[in-house]
């Protein structure tokens, strides 16, 4: 039996087993082998499948009257009949049905669509109860919103182990917009959201499943409460084609063997099925392709589209490259790269020429004149235990009045990076590093990464400085900025710093902490992480009562086996109090570079904003909560921050019930954005919404993104360094919206990255079994949060053993009551009832031919259903 399967949120790893290799899932038209396609009225002009694309001219005249809409393109990943692009009034987004409307679009494509008349608008019919709302993300949260420098992979108590423990770096070096990097592989799972809203009554859940029940076009839109209607539209021109146009997939013969199309292509069938199947010319592909195709159907190619004609279903490409077996981390990962035009090539003479040449390089003297000398005082770095771009460095000097010296001070690679040369193109193209579970595909060369901008201890580096005076309560009292030289003393993991803030009383044994240079001692070390730990502290306790909003989400970590590099087994990260204090004094050094660009360069301050959630999906989510009992307030990003935080208990189950809530919360955020200050005309659109501040920047990263090498110049040109960049106002949003796509991009691939892994960890150690929370009902599946792993999955009634299944609501809340099938025949069969927020005992397993997985619910056993419920009873009586 064979069910959908929840892709991790990723491309479907693998390929699709059991597809027709005529009919692709797109659902449009006929193979190019179907003798349909042969019959005479066709042999003459073609008949057209696609419209012809909308003129320049009148695409402009259209957006300017308002006749025409753009917006970034998605397409939902488990149904790729249905597109969306975000409405600009932040309303219900507009739908796109079916490819044909979709016009040869891909997902993330910037495109310009039409609405059509309303009478074919999309009709979200009450009685269906197994809808999916048009939230199709994959995981659109702004990134910034967890933890400084968040290792992607680190095992606690595990450091004597021989096997490698990964901690790359994920891409947020401060957690700015209330979230972090969610393994947020539940893709269209609460879409469910608006299904608790707008459905009246209940109904028959037997009636059997129809693909897409959830939508039509109306007939008698009158008839209709306005609620279930949805704008419709179609694509009339592409703005710009954002999607890489590649894919990895697979190489299969076409149908229909008598066909001409038979003896010159092949067809390419993509696992991600957003992208169409491609013809590929025969002469392309390996040569005994055509005698042996079984040879190839578990090898992994990757394809690019060169074209996509309006008589054809199918996209014409061309073979990139073999990578190798579908399945194994290595071709996969370099499909994902690819996918997402992540350029991971090595790095060209020229590029490298750029670099200083006579090495070990040492600091020219002409620096010191310019530069404060900041060598002989209490520097550190606090990272992850594996980290080898050492960005930002802390210090912490008492002062006689009870005040401290704080200081951040930055990698100064704007030094190193000169505009307008090879090295600064490719910066600017790459635009960030990308981290992957495995390895890091770095923005600039390794020997700037890791040996000239690496704040690594004992050696004399320049940096970037901001310094300011605090109160132990930390006030600000004065702000220095200004290029300067350290000597880091030491190189402090987050386990180390962490270790210092537990035992403030105790010295900690010099074997439990990492070298420190002998002008400084461990205490003189530790006292700094102490005050800092402190003002820390009540900075953040000073950001959550000014209205900042954190939607902290699990994420995972793995250990790698140092030999196969294959995962041992993964942990969700503990984000603690070091992680905490490092983000703070990041977010207080971005807030005021922001400050001081924008006062002096109002027009070309490079700047970065989050755009408040989208008002449709966050009004759903307040009806459901009210619907489940939890009051929210989502009137300011403070109010809806304390409703999360006051609504739970500490117990077990309440923290997981808070754990799917904030899950559903992050759905309506939308991402944070670089932007020129120049090109938005109204500044409350300057805001941040989760950081609930006017002005913020990214400053503290640059040797891994670019737009932080950006401001560092501009931040320059304040301070009289140096001339203002050459970019005006335009050409640095053109700028701003590439380190946008980049991000975006590379924070996709790390999510499929930690996806993939996850994948071979359940393959070679599953089946896994854990407790889960319900997060979604539907009335064939229901949605779960894997609680030990943070990851999603639906679990479908046809794939457990059970006698029968009921869907209903009880009042608005909808509940499938499960009548399992019992072991003993003489047993009575259990009964189990889910709803949203039950837990329940889940099985993740592998697919035995492709790289995904499927969960299961654990059955009941003879004492009844394991779960927490009782749990969290107990965990209440102790407290």
Request: glycine letters at 6%.
């Amino acid at each position: 039996m064979s069910h959908p399967d929840y892709k991790l949120n990723l491309r479907p790893l693998g390929t699709p087993r059991g597809v027709s290799s005529v009919v692709g899932p797109h659902g449009v038209g006929v193979s190019p082998g179907d003798k349909k396609s042969k019959s005479k009225s066709m042999r003459g002009k073609k008949k057209s499948i696609f419209e012809t694309y909308m003129s320049k001219e009148d695409v402009s005249e259209g957006l300017k009257k308002g006749t025409l809409i753009q917006g970034v393109l998605r397409i939902n990943p488990k149904k790729f009949h249905e597109a969306f692009i975000p409405s600009p009034d932040g309303d219900r987004d507009i739908f796109i049905d079916g490819v044909v409307s979709r016009n040869r679009a891909l997902n993330g494509d910037l495109v310009v669509v039409k609405l059509l008349p309303e009478e074919q608008w999309k009709v979200i019919k009450p009685e269906s109860s197994d809808k999916e709302t048009e939230i199709a993300y994959e995981s659109d949260l702004p990134e910034e919103l967890c933890g400084h420098h968040l290792p992607q992979q680190s095992l606690k108590g595990h450091n004597d182990s021989p096997d490698v423990i990964i901690e790359a770096q994920f891409d947020d070096s401060d957690s700015e917009d209330g979230h972090g990097n969610t393994q947020n592989v539940l893709v269209d799972g609460v879409k469910n959201l608006s299904v608790c809203v707008h459905e009246k009554g209940k109904e028959d859940a037997r009636a059997p499943l129809i693909k897409d029940e959830s939508t039509s076009t109306s007939q008698d839109t009158g008839a209709l409460p306005e609620k279930s209607l949805q704008r419709s539209a179609k694509v009339v021109y592409i703005l710009e084609k954002k999607h890489s146009r590649a894919a990895t997939g697979f190489l299969k013969l076409l149908a229909d063997k008598n066909s001409e199309l038979f003896r010159k292509y092949a067809l390419f069938s993509p696992s991600d099925h957003r992208v169409p199947r491609i013809y590929v010319p025969l002469k392309d592909c390996p040569q005994d392709f055509v005698t042996r195709p079984k040879d190839y159907a578990n090898i992994l190619f990757i394809c690019r589209i060169v074209d996509w004609k309006e008589d054809s279903n199918f996209a014409l490409g061309q073979l990139a490259k073999s990578l190798g077996q579908a399945g194994e981390i290595e071709p996969e990962t370099e499909g994902i790269l690819t996918e997402y035009g992540v350029d991971f090539s090595e790095f060209s003479s020229e590029v490298l020429e750029c670099l200083p040449q006579g090495l070990p390089w040492t600091i020219p003297p002409e620096e010191f004149s310019k530069r404060r000398d900041l060598r002989k005082d209490c520097i550190f770095t606090i990272d992850p235990s594996t980290a080898r771009d050492l960005d930002d460095a802390l210090s912490c000097k008492p002062l006689t009045d009870g005040n401290f010296e704080v200081g951040v001070h930055i990698a100064d690679v704007s030094y190193f990076v000169p505009e307008g040369s090879d090295l600064d193109k490719v910066a600017a193209e790459r635009a960030t590093s990308v981290y992957l579970v495995q390895k890091v595909v770095p923005m600039l060369p390794r020997l700037l990464c890791e040996e000239l901008c690496s704040l690594n201890p004992g050696t004399d580096k320049l940096t970037f400085s901001v310094i300011w005076t605090l109160t132990p309560e930390g006030k600000i009292l004065d702000e220095w900025f200004g290029r300067t030289i350290i000597c880091s003393c030491t190189k402090l993991s987050y386990e180390h710093a962490q270790s210092m803030i537990e035992s403030p009383m105790e010295k900690i044994p010099e074997k439990k902490l990492p070298p420190i240079s002998p002008e400084h001692s461990s205490e003189e070390v530790h006292r700094a992480i102490l005050n800092l730990h402190e003002m820390a502290k009540h900075l953040r306790q000073q950001r959550f009562v000014d209205g900042s909003l954190r939607l902290d989400q699990l994420k995972l970590a793995f250990t790698l086996d140092h030999e196969t590099g294959l995962p041992q087994e993964c942990h969700i990260y503990e984000y603690r109090d070091s992680n905490k204090l490092v983000e703070e004094f990041m977010l207080l050094a971005n807030m005021a570079v922001a400050h001081k660009i924008y006062r002096t360069f109002p027009e070309r301050a490079l700047l970065r904003r989050h755009p408040p959630p989208q008002a449709k999906m966050l009004q759903d989510l307040v009806e459901f909560c009210n619907q489940m009992g939890l009051p929210m307030d989502v009137s300011s990003a403070g109010a809806l921050n304390e409703s999360l935080t006051k609504t739970f208990g500490d117990d077990r189950y309440s923290l997981a019930r808070k754990e799917v809530l904030t899950n559903m919360c992050s759905r309506s955020m939308q991402m944070a954005l670089y932007f020129c200050s120049g090109v938005l005309q109204d500044q409350v659109q300057f805001q941040h919404y989760a950081l609930n501040v006017p002005l913020y920047t990214h400053f503290t990263s640059p040797i891994r993104r670019f737009a932080d090498v950006l401001v560092h110049r501009l931040l320059a040109a304040t301070l009289g360094y140096g001339e203002l960049p050459a970019l005006e106002p335009d050409t640095l949003q053109k700028q701003a919206d590439h380190c946008n796509d980049r991000r975006m991009a590379s924070k996709r691939v790390q999510e499929l990255s930690t996806g993939l892994f996850f994948a071979v960890l359940v393959k070679e150690s599953g089946p896994l079994e854990s407790e889960a929370m319900v997060m979604g009902v539907l009335n064939q599946a229901f949605d779960v949060l894997v609680l030990r792993y943070g990851v999603q999955k639906r679990i479908y009634c046809n794939a457990l053993a059970l006698r029968s299944h009921h869907f209903q609501r009880v009042g608005r809340k909808p509940e499938l009551t499960l009548v399992w099938e019992p072991e003993d025949t003489e047993q009575e069969p259990a009964r189990q009832v889910i709803t949203i927020f039950s837990l329940v005992q889940v099985v993740l397993q592998a697919d035995a031919t492709a790289l995904k997985y499927s969960a299961v619910l654990k059955p009941p056993g003879p004492e009844g259903f394991p779960g927490l419920e009782e749990e969290a009873v107990d965990d209440k009586q102790k407290d």
